[in-house]
T-cell receptor
Framework: EDQVTQSPEALRLQEGESSSLNCSYTVSGLRGLFWYRQDPGKGPEFLFTLYSAGEEKEKERLKATLTKKESFLHITAPKPEDSATYLCAVPHGSSNTGKLIFGQGTTLQVKP | NAGVMQNPRHLVRRRGQEARLRCSPMKGHSHVYWYRQLPEEGLKFMVYLQKENIIDESGMPKERFSAEFPKEGPSILRIQQVVRGDSAAYFC???????????FGPGTRLTVL
């Protein structure tokens, strides 16, 4: 069964304290892994798409990496404005429709 | 390029009423997905549509829920005879092609009294 598991569920960091969020996935035939950021009361905001193991992408303080079993979202020297819930998702493996399976998310709080 | 638009942003209905949620995809996007986020739960797929066609509705409850994406106009998610358990945030996403990145709208928050 296709599955996405994120850890930790919640993470509290001090401003400037770097850390990583994990996304483990089980899917038949990966067709991309997507990272989103969601602020309270808003829709998910696209961050990164990764397609193959070894791929890395960066944007400001965020860097996403991908292996055959998991993806990491590294946050370097976070700021309070990085506080949000981070979601990862993969397309359902056995369907041909691109529907996404989401993890439960990691809620990040960065304190000044 | 305007993003995905959804309206209304907030919708309050009494039990037994109908709810209509609208989604206008990004310009040039012909693939539309609807997802639901129940309180304290993750995002769950509901339905995938292309213009005038429902491609995959495997995540839609069998009764009371329907969706359409007409040739002209927005995609509509319709919930008939709403119940309290339908209270949730409903998100629409669009993409330019299959397997491409899905971009999400701001959501419609449905409250059933």
């Amino acid at each position: 069964e296709d599955q996405v598991t994120q850890s930790p569920e919640a993470l509290r960091l001090q401003e400037g304290e770097s850390s990583s969020l994990n996304c483990s996935y089980t899917v038949s035939g990966l067709r991309g892994l997507f990272w989103y950021r969601q602020d309270p009361g808003k829709g998910p905001e696209f961050l990164f798409t990764l397609y193959s193991a070894g791929e890395e992408k960066e944007k400001e303080r965020l860097k996403a990496t991908l292996t055959k079993k998991e993806s990491f979202l590294h946050i370097t020297a976070p700021k309070p404005e990085d506080s949000a819930t981070y979601l990862c998702a993969v397309p359902h493996g056995s369907s041909n429709t691109g529907k996404l399976i989401f993890g439960q998310g990691t809620t990040l709080q960065v304190k000044p | 390029n305007a993003g995905v638009m959804q309206n209304p942003r907030h919708l309050v209905r009494r039990r037994g009423q109908e709810a209509r949620l609208r989604c206008s995809p990004m310009k040039g996007h012909s693939h539309v997905y609807w997802y639901r986020q129940l309180p304290e739960e993750g995002l769950k797929f509901m339905v995938y549509l292309q213009k005038e066609n429902i491609i995959d509705e495997s995540g839609m409850p069998k009764e009371r829920f329907s969706a359409e994406f007409p040739k002209e106009g927005p995609s509509i998610l319709r919930i008939q005879q709403v119940v309290r358990g339908d209270s949730a945030a409903y998100f629409c996403a669009s993409s330019p092609s299959l397997w491409d990145t899905q971009y999400f709208g701001p959501g419609t928050r449905l409250t059933v009294l």
